[in-house]
C-alpha cells in the first residue's frame, strides 16, 4: 500500500519540463536529460544547424528531427507512468485507454508489446501470425506483476525475433537471427549471462563520477569560499572609502562654513560704519531742512509779526549760520576688495590623491606544479620507487602570468596506502622568473599524496594523487618488457634510465602490440621512430652515461610521450600513440635509480 501511494506522489517526477505534461514516448538524450518525443522533435525543429542545447544543462548535441525517432526510450520513466495508471485504475474509477486505438478502454495488456488493448485488440493479436504466441494478462495480474517484471523486446530487422544477445565485438543488442546475417565469428552471450558484467561497468563508472562529483563539489566550495573572501574584501573597501570621503566631506564642510563666516564678518564691519555714515548725513540733511523751512516761514510772516520776526532774527541767523558753517565729515569707503582664491594645482589633482590600487598579487588557482626536467607542465605523473624527480611551481598571477614577487611555497609528500605515513615536508628553493623547486626520492611504493601551497593556500589540484610503483617493476620491464606501463586509462608514468654505451641501435621507447607485429614509438642517435617511420631526432647529442627521462600521458586521442636527454635537456615528442603500451629498448640501458 505504502509503494503505491509512494508511486501516485510521484507525478513531479514523470512531468516533462517543456510541455509541463505527463511524458509521452519519453526519450533520452545523450546527456541522460529525457523529454517527450514530441517535444525533442519541436525544439530540434526550431534549432539552427541540427545542434540542439539541453534545456536543464545546456549540452549542446548534434541531432536531426529524424535522429529522435532513434533516441532510446526511457525504460523506467515509462514503467513508472504505466504503474501509477494502473495504481490509480485500482483506487479509482479512471480507465486506462487502449493504446493501439484509443478510443476505447483498455482491459488487458500484451506482456510482449508492452502495450495496454482493448477487447477487441486482444482478440486481433491473438489472431495475428506474427502475435498469436504474445503472451496477454489482464489489468489486475499486470498491477501485480508491475509492468517491469516480464518485457521482450524484439528485433529492429528481424521482427519475430527477440533480443536476447548482446555482441560484445560490436556492443549491440543482436537476435538470433543477426548472428548468423551478420555477427557469425563475433563475441556474444546472452543478455542474462552479462547483465550483471555490463552493470559492474556502470557501477565503476558511477564511482569515477562520484568522485569527479567530489571534485567539483570541493572546487565549488573553493569558489563560496572565495566568493565570501571577495565580499568581505569587497565591504571593507566601501567601508574604508566612506570613512575617507565622509571624512573629507566633513573637512570641506568646515572649510565652507569658516570661509562664509570670514565673508560674513568681514562685511558686517563693513555695513556697520556705513550705517553710521548714512546715520550722520541723514540727521545733517534733515537738522538742515527743518532750519531752512523755519527760517522760509519766519520770512514769509506779514506786517503785523514785524515784533516777533525781529525777536527770532538772532536765534534764526545763529542757527542757520552753525548749519553754512559746520564742517561734513570726510565719508570714509573702507576699500576693500575680497576675492575667493583656491589653489588649482591641488584641486586639480584631488582625485589623484585618494585612488584605489589593483595589486596583482599571486594567484593559487593560476600556479602550475610540473614534474621532472622536460616534462609536460601541470602534470604529475605516477613514478618508480628510488627513482629521483624533480618537482617545479610556477607561481602566476591572476592573469597567468609569472608573478616574480616573493612568496611562500611550501610542499609535503604523505604516503596514503597500503599503510599510511607522516607529512614528509620537501625543501623547497626559489629559482628564476617565479619559479619554485624541489627534489624528491620515494623509497616505497604505494599511494601518495602531494601537497603544494602558495601563502597557505593550495595550489589548484593539490592534493595532487602520486603512485609510485614497485622499483623492481621497472628492471623487470627492462628485462622482459611484457608488461604495459599503463595500468589504467587516465595514468600518467614517468622513469629515468642511463645509456651506459652509445651505439648506432640505441633506441629507447615504447611499442604497442599489433596483430602482425609492432609499432615503435622512440629516439635514437640522430633520428626518432614514429610508428616505426624514421624521423629526425631532436636530440642531437648522445653520449656514453648520459640520462634519458621518459614521460607518458595518457589523452583522448592516445598516449603522448616526451623523452627528454638530462645532459643537454634536448627532447622529442611523440603524440598519438596506441593504447596500451610497453618498454621497448635496444642497447645498454639500466634504470637510474637515486
Not at 565580499?231 to 568646515?254: C, G, H, M, P, Y
Request: charged letters at 30%; one cysteine or more; proline letters at 3%.
Amino acid at each position: 500500500m505504502a509503494e503505491s501511494e509512494e508511486k501516485v506522489g510521484d507525478v513531479k517526477d514523470v512531468t516533462c519540463c517543456l510541455c509541463l505534461e505527463q511524458y509521452q514516448d519519453p526519450r533520452v538524450l545523450a546527456c541522460l536529460h529525457t523529454y517527450c518525443r514530441h517535444c525533442l522533435e519541436s525544439l530540434v525543429e526550431h534549432s539552427k544547424e541540427c545542434t540542439v542545447s539541453c534545456p536543464q544543462c545546456r549540452e549542446k548535441i548534434e541531432i536531426s528531427v529524424d535522429e529522435v525517432e532513434e533516441l532510446k526510450v526511457n525504460f523506467m520513466l515509462k514503467d513508472l507512468i504505466e504503474n501509477m495508471l494502473l495504481d490509480q485504475e485500482n483506487k479509482v474509477n479512471i480507465s486506462i485507454s487502449c493504446e493501439t486505438c484509443p478510443t476505447d478502454h483498455a482491459s488487458g495488456r500484451c506482456v510482449d508489446c508492452s502495450e495496454f488493448m482493448c477487447d477487441f485488440c486482444i482478440e486481433s493479436h491473438r489472431r495475428l501470425f506474427r502475435t498469436r504466441q504474445h503472451t496477454i494478462i489482464s489489468l489486475q495480474e499486470a498491477t501485480a506483476k508491475s509492468t517491469t517484471s516480464c518485457k521482450s523486446h524484439y528485433c529492429q530487422h528481424h521482427k519475430e525475433e527477440k533480443l536476447i544477445l548482446l555482441c560484445d565485438t560490436c556492443d549491440k543488442l543482436i537476435c538470433r537471427d543477426c548472428v548468423i546475417n551478420g555477427h557469425r565469428d563475433h563475441k556474444y552471450d546472452f543478455t542474462s549471462n552479462i547483465i550483471d558484467r555490463e552493470k559492474e561497468l556502470i557501477k565503476d563508472k558511477i564511482e569515477e563520477v562520484k568522485s569527479k562529483q567530489a571534485d567539483l563539489s570541493q572546487a565549488l566550495a573553493n569558489v563560496l569560499n572565495e566568493k565570501a573572501r571577495i565580499e568581505v574584501q569587497r565591504k571593507s573597501l566601501t567601508s574604508e572609502i566612506d570613512d575617507f570621503i565622509n571624512a573629507q566631506i566633513s573637512t570641506l564642510e568646515r572649510m565652507h562654513t569658516n570661509l562664509k563666516d570670514e565673508v560674513i564678518s568681514d562685511y558686517e564691519n563693513i555695513n556697520k560704519h556705513l550705517a553710521s555714515q548714512e546715520d550722520y548725513l541723514s540727521i545733517s540733511i534733515e537738522n538742515c531742512n527743518s532750519c531752512v523751512k523755519f527760517a522760509e516761514r519766519v520770512c514769509q510772516t506779514g506786517p503785523g509779526n514785524k515784533v516777533e520776526v525781529l525777536s527770532l532774527k538772532k536765534e534764526v541767523l545763529s542757527r542757520l549760520s552753525n548749519l553754512a558753517n559746520s564742517t561734513i565729515q570726510d565719508v570714509l569707503f573702507e576699500r576693500m576688495l575680497n576675492t575667493f582664491k583656491i589653489d588649482e594645482d591641488f584641486w586639480r589633482s584631488l582625485s589623484k590623491k585618494a585612488f584605489l590600487e589593483r595589486k596583482v598579487t599571486a594567484d593559487p588557482q593560476q600556479c602550475i606544479v610540473s614534474m621532472g626536467t622536460g616534462a609536460e607542465p601541470g602534470t604529475v605523473y605516477s613514478m618508480f620507487a628510488q627513482q629521483r624527480t624533480n618537482i617545479s611551481v610556477a607561481v602566476k598571477d591572476s592573469k597567468k602570468k609569472h608573478y616574480n614577487a616573493p612568496v611562500s611555497v611550501e610542499a609535503c609528500v604523505q604516503k596514503t596506502s597500503p599503510e599510511p605515513g607522516e607529512a614528509t615536508p620537501l625543501s623547497v628553493i626559489k629559482q628564476p622568473y617565479g619559479t619554485y623547486g624541489s627534489t624528491y626520492i620515494p623509497h616505497e611504493d604505494g599511494d601518495y599524496k602531494l601537497s603544494v601551497t602558495v601563502n597557505g593556500e593550495h595550489v589548484r589540484g593539490s592534493p595532487f594523487k602520486l603512485r609510485v610503483r614497485p622499483k623492481g617493476d621497472l628492471v623487470k620491464m627492462l628485462e622482459k618488457p611484457s608488461d604495459s606501463l599503463l595500468l589504467s586509462e587516465y595514468e600518467h608514468v614517468a622513469f629515468r634510465f642511463k645509456l651506459l654505451q652509445v651505439e648506432w641501435l640505441s633506441n629507447i621507447g615504447v611499442a604497442h602490440d599489433l596483430r602482425n607485429g609492432q609499432q615503435v614509438w622512440g629516439c635514437s642517435p640522430e633520428r626518432k621512430y614514429v610508428a616505426n617511420k624514421e624521423k629526425t631526432s631532436s636530440i642531437t647529442s648522445w653520449k656514453d652515461n648520459d640520462v634519458f627521462d621518459v614521460y607518458l600521458g595518457r589523452e583522448e586521442q592516445g598516449v603522448r610521450m616526451v623523452i627528454c636527454n638530462k645532459r643537454t635537456r634536448e627532447r622529442d615528442v611523440f603524440e598519438g600513440i596506441h593504447f596500451p603500451v610497453q618498454l621497448y629498448s635496444y642497447g645498454r640501458w639500466r634504470p637510474q635509480f637515486g
